[in-house]
């Protein structure tokens, strides 16, 4: 979530602490992939690099193939 936004991690994190997530502070801060969670955490929150663009394309892609089957199915 948010790997350029330090900040934002926080914020975001901060809200979820009633479910026993935990940031390091420093790792947050540092912003390298991998587990930025305290080891007090309950779960370890992330760092995880992605491509949203493509994924959207791939989603898409997969969608028009899907409606496409069903057309040659209806025929």
Do not use: C, H, W, Y
Request: charged share 30%.
């Amino acid at each position: 979530m948010a790997k350029t936004t330090p900040f934002l991690r926080q914020e975001i994190i901060k809200r979820l602490a009633v479910l026993g997530l935990k940031l390091d502070e420093k790792l947050n801060r540092v912003g390298n992939e991998g587990i930025i969670s305290s080891p007090a955490s309950v779960a370890k929150v992330l760092i995880v690099p992605t491509d949203e663009e493509l994924s959207m394309v791939q989603q898409i892609k997969q969608q028009e193939e899907t409606e496409k089957k069903m057309k040659s199915v209806a025929d």
